[in-house]
């Protein structure tokens, strides 16, 4: 699976389509029935890592590597820092793998806050 989408001729697909944005996520194994085994191995992510600098190099379509390009935004973005997800009921979680949340969008108002930061 891992070949398949991160080969050239998928992202040339997504280009045609009129994609101009990816965000590539590794497998994440969290929950009761999660597959530590599905995880990329440190290989798999050196290959991902090697592929998607290559593309956002020579392609006309922004690829960003969720984990291996954290370093470009001090560490995770989650947490409050820059990122959080809203889930399908409304609910502010600090991550999309950290399903943990006091808040909802539709009990709660966002505050100035959460505005982007001006430089």
Not at 91 to 110: A, G, L, M, T
Request: charged letters at 25%.
């Amino acid at each position: 699976m891992l070949e398949s989408i991160t080969s050239e001729e998928f992202f040339d697909s997504l280009i045609d389509m009129g994609v101009y944005f990816i965000w590539c996520f590794h497998y994440m194994p969290v929950g009761n029935d999660a597959a530590p085994e599905l995880l990329p191995t440190p290989e798999q992510r050196t290959e991902t890592y090697r592929r998607i600098r290559h593309y956002r190099a020579t392609k006309p379509l922004f690829a960003m590597d969720f984990q291996n390009d954290a370093k470009y935004v001090g560490g995770c973005i989650a947490g409050g820092r820059r990122y959080f997800h809203i889930n399908a009921n409304g609910d502010i979680d600090p991550c999309v793998f950290v399903h943990y949340s006091d808040s909802n969008i539709h009990e709660k108002q966002f505050s100035k806050r959460c505005s982007p930061r001006k430089a």
